[in-house]
């Protein structure tokens, strides 16, 4: 008796065949798979939105003309050239406890402070040390 099936009577069986003991590492699996039908595929078709284009008479952008390229005038900078990192530092190392760099830096304020307390008993002095390279930024920013 033949448990085979024959190719042509069933063309979606196949055979499967694994061997051995569960227990010692083999294992012994006879049977047959049938193959998975194949399923028709439903497409969903989405109506297109229409595309909203508008004349051209209806699209108006603002103009703002540019100030400085209309009348061709330069910004008005306050203060002065640039200061100098450099000049900063020598001031700081010669007249530093005096506030003399403070004061070119247009920080009147802490310079007279400076003044009066000899570079914040020589601790402000030191900490500007670190400070000059952005104190001299901010100034030149703000120009």
Do not use: C, E
């Amino acid at each position: 008796m033949n448990m085979q099936p024959t190719p042509d009577s069933f063309p979606n069986i196949k055979d499967s065949v694994v061997s051995g003991d569960l227990h010692t590492g083999t294992v012994v699996h006879n049977h047959y798979h049938a193959a998975p039908q194949a399923q028709p595929v439903q497409q969903v078709v989405v109506p297109q939105q229409p595309v909203y284009q508008p004349s051209p008479q209806a699209v108006v952008q603002p103009q703002y003309p540019n100030y400085y390229q209309q009348h061709g005038a330069q910004p008005m900078y306050y203060g002065g050239a640039g200061k100098d990192t450099l000049v900063a530092y020598v001031l700081w190392f010669f007249l530093g406890f005096f506030g003399a760099h403070r004061f070119y830096l247009n920080n009147i304020g802490l310079g007279f402070v400076y003044l009066l307390t000899f570079g914040l008993f020589g601790f402000g002095w030191l900490i500007d040390l670190f400070l000059i390279p952005d104190l001299v930024r901010q100034q030149n920013m703000r120009r």
